[in-house]
C-alpha cells in the first residue's frame, strides 16, 4: 500500500502553482490537482493524528443549546447546590451564548432564537443573583415577552419552572409512575417510546407524581415575566392547530389524572410502589461513568427524583453521578466558563477517524496508531444485553454504543460504522488472533435481528414506531419515537457490502427496497440524523455501491442530479438546520466542510464521467480551505438529535399548517441540532481519499 507523501510547508504545498500537464496526458477536470489533493490529505491526516488520545480513541467536543448549561445550573440549585463551584461558570458559559437580541438559539447560526434555551437561560441567571435589570437580563426578558411570553414555552420548561417554583405542577403533563407496569404489548409500554424518551420518562414520573420544588431565594424570582402577575396568567397547555381525537382524548386524561393525583394518589400503596420500582430501575441503569443513557436529559431529572426520594448526596449512585460532571468526557472548561455536554462521541469519532485513514491509505504511515484505535474500538463491542433485548429476549448482543459508557443502549449507527470500520482489518493474522471474526459476526447477526419489519432500522430499537404515543401532552419536546431512517439502513447495507454479505441475504433485499420506497420525489434522501437531504443522499449512494447496486439505475441518476443541482458557486455544497422546516431551505445553507464531502462521497460512489467537474470543484473547495495546521474550521451545526416533528421521520412541509401544528418554524423551537467538531476533519479527510482513487493517473 502507497504511504501518502508528507509536506514540510503544508501551505506552500496546497498554494504552489502546478506544473503544466505532460503532452501524454489527456487533460480532465483533476488536471494539476494531483500534488495539492496529497498534501493536503497527508497534512490533515497529521493533523488528526494529533488528536489522537493516548489510549488510541479519538473524541471532539458536541455542541448543543443553552439549555444544557441552564439546566445544570438549576438543578444543581434544586439538590442544594446553589455554591457549587460549577454553577457561576455555567453562568458565564450563557452570557458567552446569548445572542445579540437577547435570546439564545439551537443552534449556530438560526435566523430566531428559541423561546425556551431562553427562558430557561434567564431563570438559570436569576438563580445565579444575576439582578433582573442587568442588561443582558433586561434583554433576554424583552426578548420573551416579544415572542409571546412563557404562555408558549414546550413542556420541559414547564417543569423546570414548576421545580423551582415558578409555575404550577397541575399546569404540567401528568405523568403517572404506574406505566412501569404496563406490559410491552401494550401501546404505553415504556419500551415503546424510544431510547432518550423512556429514560427520561421515568426520573419525570417520579417528579411528576411528587410535584416537588425549591423555590428561587424572593429577590430571584421570575416576576418581570409574569407581567401581570401570576394570578391572572394563563397556565394551560395551549391547543396545537389540526389536533385530532386522540390528542384531545389525551389532553382530557391528562386532566383525570391530575384530579386523581390531587385527591387519591399522592400517598397510595400501589403508586408508592411503582415509584419504588421506578427507583430501582433508575439505579439499575445507571451508566459506568456515573451518567443515565448517555445524555443529559435521564442523567439530570435522574439525580432530581433520586433526591427527592431521600438519596443523599453522598449515596453511592449520587456521587457517582455528581462526579461526572467534573469528568472531561462531559465537560469542557475555557477560562472562567464551562460547558456540560448534551452527549459525548468517543467511539463513534474513533470509528469515523480509522474510515478517514484508511480511505486516505494512511495504514502503512500510521500502522502503531490505527492498531491501538482498533484495539480500542473492538473492547468497546457491548456483550451484554440491554433494553433492546426486551423485544428480542432470545438475539445475543453484540452492538456498539456511542459513548464511553452506555452499555444498556447500543445502536445500530455505531454498530454499523464499526463494522465497516473493522472491515478493512479482519483479513490480517494479528486480528484474526484477537477474534475480529466473532466481533463482526456477532455484530452482524445483532444487526439482522433489529431490522424493523418494514426493512429498515432505527437507532436503538426494532419496530419503535407507535404514532400513538406522540400524540400525548407530554410527548412536545422533539421525538418520542424512534423509527427507521435512511441514513441508518444506509451505512449498515454498506457495511454488510464491505463485508461481503451476500447480495441475496434478505436483510439486505429488505433493507435496499426500504430506501428505494424512501426516495422523495426530488430524487434526494431525508436525513435522520444529519443535515438534512445532504447527509441522507450522501450517506446512501455509497451504501448502493457497496452492495454491488448498478450506479447506472435511474433513480441513482436522480440523486446524483439533485446534488449536482445544489453545488454552490465556491464549489462546496451547504445545507441549513432550517431544511428541516423550511422548504425553501432543503440543499441550501452555508457551505461547510463536512456537507461538501458528504455530497462529494454521494458523487464519487455513482463516478458518472459528467459529474468529474463537479467533484473536482468540490475538491479544490476543500483545498482551499484547509487551515495551515491541516484542520478545517466550522461553526454550523450539521448533526442533528432530532428535528422536532415527534414521529421521528420526514413529515410534509408544504403542509400550510405545519409550523402552527408543532409550534416551532426554522428557529427549530421543539427539535435539538448538534455539532460534533470532529465532523470537519472526518468526512473532507474521507471524501479527499476517495476523489483520489477516481483520478487518473499523472493528474
Request: glycine share 8%; charged share 20%.
Amino acid at each position: 500500500m502507497n504511504t501518502i507523501s508528507h509536506p514540510s510547508k503544508v501551505k506552500a504545498a496546497v498554494s504552489a502553482p502546478v506544473s503544466s500537464t505532460p503532452s501524454c496526458v489527456t487533460p480532465t477536470p483533476f488536471t494539476g490537482m494531483g500534488n495539492s489533493l496529497a498534501h493536503t490529505v497527508a497534512a490533515a491526516c497529521d493533523w488528526l493524528m494529533g488528536e489522537q488520545k493516548a489510549d488510541g480513541h479519538w473524541v471532539g467536543p458536541v455542541a448543543s443549546n443553552a439549555s444544557m448549561e441552564a439546566e445544570w445550573c438549576l438543578a444543581l440549585w434544586y439538590l442544594g447546590l446553589e455554591d457549587h463551584p460549577l454553577r457561576p461558570r455555567l453562568g458565564k458559559a450563557l452570557l458567552h451564548m446569548q445572542r445579540e437580541d437577547g435570546s439564545w438559539g439551537t443552534y449556530w447560526g438560526a435566523g430566531n432564537g428559541d423561546i425556551n434555551a431562553t427562558v430557561e437561560a434567564y431563570a438559570a441567571l436569576r438563580s445565579l443573583g444575576y439582578a433582573a435589570d442587568t442588561p443582558e437580563l433586561s434583554k433576554a426578558c424583552a426578548w420573551i415577552m416579544r415572542m409571546g411570553g412563557l404562555r408558549n414555552v414546550r413542556v420541559f420548561t414547564r417543569y423546570w419552572l414548576a421545580l423551582i417554583g415558578e409555575w404550577p405542577w397541575e399546569q404540567t403533563p401528568n405523568l403517572p409512575p404506574e406505566v412501569i407496569w404496563f406490559p410491552n404489548k401494550f401501546v404505553f409500554s415504556i419500551y415503546n417510546f424510544a431510547q432518550w424518551a423512556r429514560a427520561t420518562l421515568v426520573p419525570l414520573a417520579i417528579l411528576s407524581a411528587r410535584r416537588p420544588s425549591r423555590p428561587l431565594r424572593p429577590q430571584d424570582r421570575l416576576d418581570a415575566l409574569f407581567p401581570q402577575g401570576r394570578e391572572s396568567f394563563d397556565y394551560v397547555l395551549p391547543k396545537k392547530e389540526g389536533v385530532d381525537l386522540w390528542s384531545s382524548f389525551f389532553r382530557t386524561t391528562d386532566r383525570g389524572l391530575h384530579w386523581l393525583q390531587s385527591r387519591f394518589l399522592k400517598r397510595n400503596t400501589v403508586r408508592e410502589a411503582a415509584i419504588r420500582h421506578m427507583l430501582e430501575w433508575i439505579i439499575r441503569h445507571q451508566d459506568a461513568d456515573g451518567g443515565w443513557g448517555g445524555i443529559q436529559p435521564p442523567w439530570v431529572y435522574g439525580l432530581m427524583a433520586l433526591h427527592g426520594e431521600d438519596y443523599q448526596l453522598h449515596h453511592p449512585v449520587m456521587a457517582k453521578a455528581l462526579a461526572a460532571l467534573d469528568d472531561p468526557g462531559w465537560r469542557r472548561d475555557q477560562g472562567d466558563a464551562s460547558w456540560v455536554q448534551a452527549t459525548n462521541s468517543p467511539v463513534w469519532d474513533t470509528m469515523l477517524a480509522l474510515m478517514a485513514l484508511h480511505d486516505a491509505n494512511a495504514e502503512e504511515r500510521y500502522t502503531p496508531q490505527m492498531d491501538k484505535a482498533l484495539d480500542w474500538l473492538l473492547a468497546r463491542q457491548v456483550r451484554v444485553k440491554g433494553d433492546w433485548s426486551i423485544k428480542l429476549p432470545d438475539v445475543e448482543p453484540g452492538g456498539w454504543a456511542f459513548e464511553y459508557a452506555n452499555d444498556r443502549y447500543p445502536d445500530t449507527d455505531d454498530t454499523a460504522v464499526a463494522l465497516i470500520a473493522l472491515s478493512a482489518c479482519r483479513n490480517r493474522e494479528e486480528w484474526k488472533k484477537k477474534g475480529v471474526e466473532d466481533a463482526i459476526t456477532r455484530g452482524v447477526n445483532w444487526l439482522i435481528a433489529m431490522q424493523s419489519s418494514c426493512g429498515g432500522w432505527g437507532a436503538f430499537d426494532k419496530d419503535n414506531n407507535r404514532s400513538l404515543l406522540s400524540k400525548i401532552p407530554f410527548c412536545d419536546f422533539g421525538e418520542a419515537l424512534d423509527p427507521p431512517s435512511v441514513d441508518v439502513t444506509a451505512h449498515v447495507l454498506e457495511a454488510f457490502g464491505l463485508l461481503g454479505v451476500p447480495r441475496q441475504t434478505p436483510a439486505l433485499q429488505r433493507g435496499l427496497a426500504y430506501i428505494r420506497a424512501e426516495q422523495e420525489a426530488s430524487g434526494a434522501w431525508f436525513g435522520r440524523w444529519g443535515v438534512n437531504y445532504l447527509y441522507g443522499t450522501g450517506a446512501v449512494l455509497p451504501a448502493l455501491a457497496a452492495i454491488g447496486e448498478d450506479m447506472t439505475q435511474p433513480y441513482i441518476t436522480r440523486a446524483c442530479d439533485w446534488l449536482i443541482a445544489h453545488q454552490q458557486e465556491d464549489g462546496g455544497w451547504g445545507e441549513s438546520c432550517a431544511s428541516y422546516m423550511d422548504i425553501s431551505s432543503i440543499g441550501w445553507g452555508t457551505t461547510t466542510p463536512s456537507q461538501t464531502a458528504w455530497a462529494l462521497m454521494g458523487l464519487i460512489a455513482a463516478n458518472r464521467e459528467q459529474d468529474h467537474p463537479a467533484i473536482a470543484r468540490g475538491c479544490r473547495y476543500l483545498i482551499d480551505r484547509q487551515e495551515a495546521d491541516g484542520s478545517w474550521t466550522e461553526e454550523e451545526y450539521t448533526g442533528t438529535g432530532f428535528p422536532g416533528y415527534g414521529v421521528g421521520q420526514t413529515i410534509r412541509l408544504d403542509d400550510p399548517a405545519v409550523a402552527k401544528r408543532l409550534q416551532q418554524g426554522a428557529e427549530l423551537s421543539r427539535a435539538f441540532m448538534l455539532r460534533y467538531d470532529l465532523y470537519r476533519q472526518f468526512f473532507p479527510l474521507m471524501a479527499l481519499g476517495r476523489a483520489a482513487r477516481i483520478m487518473p493517473v499523472g493528474q
